[in-house]
């Protein structure tokens, strides 16, 4: 018998719920966006000098290895000596500090998350947890298409009622529709990027993300210290000559020359 | 893409009266894709587009068609046109880095390089490793003449960002302009590490260390105009012309051990006759002039080359 006769809301349920919380759903998420705004200053460019030269050094070592059969031999050797030699580049400590020292030492990066943190999730937590307590066990809204069963969880948090149609939602479930339904047409109004707490949530859930703090950068050096002593030079230039004299004398025989 | 950019380029001459805006758009953008500097048409097509269609534009290729009008305008040396095009920008986005650098390009057009310095050095203290304003400190002490300055600027560069292949061409290029051929070849090096399959730098690398000379070095320039000719399929004279002189200057008698000795006996040969073809094709009136030499060259005459 599911939802043979459609329910009728009361009025004051639309008044005094559905209209005040979209309005405050809303509100509230053009505040976060604005404090976001503030208090958003530029990410300071820890891209110190010293540090790119070190991330480019490693880079310009691969290039060595990958491409030095181009150059000559001593060219070669000379690079090669400077990179990974006794008193190569690459046996000096790096400048880079890795992750977690840089956690540790650097209180802006903190202070930072913590930012973050106030201006986005915290309102949203609290919102959440007054609709809950505010709006809780009743049905406010109706979805006008109907829907397939297996949404009952989704949209009817607390509220057990088997025979009570799919279409129907509670205020939490409206809640949190909305919230993540308007990010899209705040992304609409505001033609910038929106502020994306998922993502950092995600981010923050991943155990695997490699933080924009830098790599471990004396692994690398290591790494690329190893790698290129094992390089085995052959020049390839090795044949040039003969390479030359067989492809003018085909181009010669195919008249194109 | 450079032929729509032909085909638009065509268009824009013959239309009469102001051109269409959309023509315009197009214009730009593939200057802009492709990286060519034709500065004079774009200043002109850019002060149309930005007088009369500025509301055809999106926000953001506005501002990427300023930058690109404002640096077209102050070649052009169009002073006060770039004057108000830079000051707009730098209105719409005050503070950028990217906005005030084209400020002190203004500084640089006009001759007031001290203001220009000073510019890019405040700019350096905000953002350290801002590789643009660092590139514009070597084209400042290029503009003031001061080549060894900017040699150095530009090293200074390198030093932090090694990987920078047009900045290692610019300094490749400042190298040769002072004759200090041993770095240039260096500078080359990096590039050939860069991109293996472009010819040319195959041959200016050899063109450098024949420069340089000494018997190893023309063993090894030969080796790299032997590369470019396989390169290029025998397309590049250069590489021909290189070859014979490279070989007329290696006087030891190479025996005939393998394959590799053989191709070096006989390159000159093949070589020479490639060029004789290639003459006879496309330039038939200058042989008499070339075979003399190519006769000189094939004898091994180690003088006046």
């Known amino acids: ?257 | 893409m450079e032929i729509e950019l032909e085909e638009v380029e065509r268009q824009l001459r013959g239309a009469k009266g102001v051109p269409s805006a959309d023509k315009l758009i197009r214009y730009l953008r593939l200057m802009r894709e492709l990286h060519i500097r034709d500065s004079p048409t774009v200043a002109r097509y850019g002060n149309i587009l930005l007088r009369h269609y500025k509301s055809h534009l999106s926000e953001e290729e506005l501002w990427a068609v300023s930058e690109q009008v404002a640096i077209a305008a102050l070649d052009s040396h169009a002073l006060p046109f770039a004057a108000s095009v830079i000051t707009a920008t730098n209105s719409r986005f005050p503070g950028s880095i990217r906005a005030q650098r084209l400020q002190g390009m203004y500084f640089e057009a006009v001759g007031e390089y001290g203001k220009a310095e000073a510019m890019y050095r405040d700019l350096l203290v905000q953002d350290p490793a801002n590789e643009m304003v660092l590139k514009r400190l070597v084209a400042l002490e290029r503009s003031r003449g001061n080549l060894t300055s900017a040699i150095e600027a530009l090293r200074k560069y390198l030093d932090t960002f090694a990987n920078d292949k047009d900045a290692w061409e610019e300094l490749a290029e400042m190298y040769l302009e002072v004759q200090n051929y041993r770095q240039a070849a260096f500078c080359y090096e990096e590039l050939l590490m860069h991109v293996p399959g472009n010819s040319s730098f195959y041959v200016r690398y050899a063109d450098i260390l024949y420069t340089i000379g000494g018997p190893t070095n023309y063993k090894t320039a030969r080796s790299y105009y032997a590369k470019a000719i396989e390169l290029t399929a025998g397309g590049s004279l250069r590489a021909l012309f290189g070859v014979l002189a490279c070989s007329a200057h290696i006087t030891d008698k190479v025996a005939l051990q393998d394959s590799r000795s053989r191709a070096q006996i006989e390159l000159p040969e093949v070589t020479t006759q490639a060029l004789l073809r290639i003459y006879k094709q496309h330039a038939p009136d200058k042989l008499p002039f070339v075979e003399p030499i190519l006769a000189k060259l094939q004898s091994g005459l180690g003088h006046g080359l």
Do not use: C
């Open chain 1, 1 to 257: 018998m599911a939802g043979a006769h459609p329910l009728l809301l009361d009025h004051a349920v639309r008044d005094w719920v559905f209209i005040p919380l979209t309005l405050a759903i809303v509100l509230m998420k053009l505040l976060t966006q604005y404090m976001h705004q503030l208090f958003n200053t530029p990410p300071p460019s820890n891209k110190e000098l010293k540090e790119v030269r070190e991330m480019q050094a490693v880079a310009r070592a691969g290039r060595l290895r990958g491409f030095g059969r181009f150059i000559p031999e001593t060219s070669f050797k000379m690079r090669k000596e400077y990179f990974a030699g006794e008193k190569g580049f690459f046996t000096q400590k790096p400048v880079t500090r890795s992750p977690q020292e840089a956690m540790a030492t650097d209180p802006t990066v903190m202070v930072d998350m913590m930012k973050k943190n106030l201006t986005g999730m915290v309102p949203q937590l609290a919102m959440g947890m007054v609709v809950n307590f505010f709006f809780q066990g009743f049905v406010i809204g109706k979805v006008p298409f109907p829907l397939s069963p297996r949404f009952k969880p989704m949209l009817q948090r607390g509220i057990d009622l088997a025979s009570l149609d799919v279409s129907y939602f509670t205020s939490l479930s409206y809640y949190i529709l909305l919230l993540f339904g308007l990010r899209g047409v705040f992304s609409l109004i505001f033609r910038e990027d929106v502020v994306d707490e998922t993502e950092m949530m995600r981010r923050q859930m991943n155990p695997m993300a490699a933080g924009p703090m830098g790599v471990d950068m004396e692994a690398m050096f290591k790494q690329e210290k190893a790698a290129l002593a094992a390089v085995d030079f052959e020049w390839e230039l090795e044949s040039a000559e003969e390479r030359a004299v067989d492809m003018l004398r085909r181009q010669m025989k195919a008249k194109k020359l």
